[in-house]
């Protein structure tokens, strides 16, 4: 009865290629995000999503693109990966934001180890 | 820019004794404020959270002090066990007005010395 789970935990692949990772959480919670956590263990937001919409992107490569198939899921496509794409990637769920009296909890999922080479 | 700076990196405290982590922000609407413990191969769990709206929240062994006018809060943990033994995140976001991201600190590795 996993919160958050992620797909694959470790991903090995060579620069160049396109990889997906997945996402789902059973909370039914209306915001999912993704987070990068570098090697020195920075995290930093990528995405969020709320009711299927996105709401945010720092800053990210257009490379990156999330994918929300319904409330429950919310999967990172990587095209062309790079070898700065190497990372921890976290996925995250929240309720809904738009609510002064919601909470603001965020569940972590376990993380996906992406090593490119 | 780094919106919450976290301090210190690393911190190394015996059994039995107070660990106390510190973080600055620096965007005054931020009012929502946890930590996270995060275990090797884990994701980041929330520990304990607060609000603006009080100045200390206590769950256990573990306190928030928070400061407004300073913009500085700190998470303290009494009677430090190995098993608190863990990267330490604070973190702050806006509440409400649509979906936000949390803004993390650089996070302190904190080692509980038997």
């Known amino acids: 009865d996993t919160a958050v789970s992620q797909t694959p935990k470790y991903l090995v692949t060579q620069m160049g290629n396109d990889k997906s990772i997945k996402c789902e959480q059973n909370?039914?919670?209306?915001?999912m995000y993704w987070y990068k956590q570098d090697s020195k263990k920075f995290l930093k937001i990528m995405f969020s999503?709320?009711?299927?919409?996105?709401?945010i992107n720092e800053t990210v490569p257009n490379r990156f693109s999330p994918k929300s198939p319904d409330k429950a899921h919310l999967n990172l496509h990587i095209n062309s990966l790079e070898l700065g794409d190497s990372a921890v990637y976290f996925c995250a769920s929240s309720q809904s934001r738009m609510s002064l009296s919601s909470t603001d909890t965020q569940y972590f999922g376990p993380g996906t180890r992406l090593t490119v080479l | 820019q780094q919106q919450v700076k976290q301090s210190p990196q690393s911190l190394i405290v015996q059994k039995g004794g107070i660990s106390i982590i510190n973080c600055a922000y620096e965007n005054t609407a931020f009012d929502y404020f946890p930590w996270y413990q995060q275990f090797p191969g884990k994701g980041p769990a929330l520990l304990i959270a607060?609000?603006?709206?009080?100045s200390e929240k206590k769950e256990g062994r573990f306190t928030i002090s928070f400061n407004k006018s300073a913009k500085q809060f700190s998470l303290h943990i009494m009677d430090s066990q190995p098993g608190d033994s863990a990267t330490y995140f604070c973190a702050a976001s806006i509440v409400g007005g649509g979906a936000d991201g949390l803004t993390f600190g650089k996070g302190t590795h904190l080692i509980i010395q038997p």
């Open positions: 999503y709320n009711n299927k919409e996105l709401i």
């Open positions: 607060i609000r603006p709206d009080v």
């Open positions: 909370l039914g919670h209306d915001t």
